[in-house]
T-cell receptor
Framework: GAVVSQHPSWVICKSGTSVKIECRSL??????MFWYRQFPKQSLMLMAT?????????EQGVEKDKFLINHASLTLSTLTVTSAHPEDSSFYIC????????????FGAGSRLTVL | AQRVTQPEKLLSVFKGAPVELKCNYS??????LFWYVQYSRQRLQLLLR??SRESIKGFTADLNKGETSFHLKKPFAQEEDSAMYYC?????????????FGDGTTLTVKP
């Protein structure tokens, strides 16, 4: 079945540093990937839509200069949290749309970011 | 604007009892509805989609366009069904095919 790998699964960083999270579709091509934040026992908050070969589309209220998204290939999207602050600490999840199952999402396992 | 509402944040039932997780939506076109499940310490995964009209792990969900609902049902809940369940909507009119998720319902099945 379709698998999405997300790395790292957890990361701790100092305030002011940048952190990159990778999202890879291992056995299928994904023209579109999505990035979310998930708060404890709460829903997913869609942050942005990552489109291969073009700029990401950000949801209202999400700072594009703070959350840089790059989708350089059909199997890889990256989210970089720049100048991280403690309030950026969260669980970040990616998902990918398969070309042959356009509306079905395959999720990564998530990345726990803790900013000290 | 499209919207998915899951009115129950928490739902608790005893093992063997029927369970229904409610989902209502608003969408102007022809939506595709999904249920995703997240078990403890696991990633979100697709449970079922309305166009498949199949039963997964004993769960079924019927799209009711008149009531704009897509409730998830299981006649006899099991302890291993305890998880967080998300109802989601997608459609041809949505921007880049992105899905809209409900806030989720945490189901606890007690022994």
């Amino acid at each position: 079945g379709a698998v999405v790998s997300q790395h790292p699964s957890w990361v701790i960083c100092k305030s002011g540093t940048s952190v990159k999270i990778e999202c890879r579709s291992l056995d299928f091509q994904a023209t579109t990937m999505f990035w979310y934040r998930q708060f404890p026992k709460q829903s997913l908050m869609l942050m942005a839509t990552s489109n291969e070969g073009s700029k990401a589309t950000y949801e209202q209220g999400v700072e594009k200069d703070k959350f840089l998204i790059n989708h350089a290939s059909l199997t890889l999207s990256t989210l970089t949290v720049t100048s991280a602050h403690p309030e950026d600490s969260s669980f970040y999840i990616c998902s990918a749309r398969r070309l042959d199952e356009a509306n079905v999402l395959t999720f990564g396992a998530g990345s726990r970011l803790t900013v000290l | 604007a499209q919207r998915v509402t899951q009115p129950e944040k928490l739902l608790s039932v005893f093992k063997g009892a029927p369970v229904e997780l409610k989902c209502n939506y608003s969408y102007s076109g022809s939506p595709e509805l999904f249920w995703y499940v997240q078990y403890s310490r696991q990633r979100l995964q697709l449970l079922l989609r309305h166009i498949s009209r199949e039963s997964i792990k004993g769960f079924t969900a019927d799209l009711n366009k008149g009531e704009t609902s897509f409730h998830l049902k299981k006649p006899f809940a099991q302890e291993e069904d305890s998880a967080m369940y998300y109802c989601a909507l997608s459609g041809p009119d949505t921007n880049a095919g992105k899905s809209t998720f409900g806030d989720g319902t945490t189901l606890t099945v007690k022994p």
